[in-house]
């Protein structure tokens, strides 16, 4: 994906707000990430030697992303942008970091559900981007197949075109053939004898030749798509 083209980072929208990501989709559609989930707590835990205080750390980084998960929705993210489905995806940066806080609350994904928030860590997200990339691929070939069917109908149209142009100058040499024989008699019939009764005279030596006649004619169109002298017909998708 493509910054600025598949996804935009840090968009100021409507009301001030800022997500972290927006990622286009095709048919013009958004879907809102934010990353910015407080792991304090978590961290703490983490780096403590006490089960008591690593328990109470755990039991606040839980409430921190439910917290989050309610911060997320009150700002309705898909009402500041058109196009957008009605939900925010929530990223975690780590599976981590999200299954101690399920631990302490197994109820945390359904809530957040219910909020219209999706909770997202990199596999999850990743997922999701390449699904979108998937849909952009899938439109760029729609868009390449309605771009084919619109050329396939336009060289049909010249083609149709050039057809009558191709009948108007076979017609035509076919009456200068016409034209042409027609000479050649009249200077058979007429004129070469005349010259002839020069020569029987003795006022001449050389002899006349009449020049050939032209049999060949110009060959007719006779392919239907060709000869269609309205509208080509309409071509299926």
Excluded: C
């Amino acid at each position: 994906m493509t910054a600025h083209v598949d996804f935009d980072e840090q968009v100021v929208v409507e009301g001030g707000l800022r997500p972290d990501m927006v990622v286009r989709l095709a048919g013009g559609k958004n879907v809102i990430v934010d990353s910015k989930v407080s792991l304090a707590a978590y961290l703490e835990a983490a780096s403590s030697a006490d089960d008591a205080v690593r328990d109470a750390r755990l039991a606040a980084h839980a409430r921190h992303l439910k917290a989050h998960v309610d911060q997320l929705a009150s700002k309705a993210y898909w009402s500041a942008l058109p196009e957008t489905p009605e939900f925010v995806v929530m990223f975690v940066p780590g599976e981590a970091f999200l299954a101690p806080a399920l631990d302490q609350d197994p109820g945390l994904l359904e809530h957040a559900l219910s909020r219209r928030v999706h909770i997202a860590t990199p596999t999850t997200l990743v997922s999701m981007l390449r699904t979108v990339q998937y849909a952009w691929q899938q439109e760029k070939l729609s868009e390449n197949a309605r771009a084919v069917f619109d050329l396939g109908r336009e060289l049909y149209d010249r083609l149709s075109g050039l057809s009558r142009h191709l009948e108007r100058v076979g017609k035509s040499l076919t009456s200068a053939v016409g034209s042409y024989n027609q000479a050649v008699g009249t200077l058979e019939t007429r004129v070469l004898v005349s010259a002839r009764k020069l020569a029987a005279l003795g006022v001449v030596d050389a002899e006349l030749t009449a020049p050939a006649s032209v049999s060949e004619t110009a060959r007719v169109l006779s392919a239907p798509e060709l000869i269609a002298d309205d509208r080509a017909p309409e071509l299926l998708p």
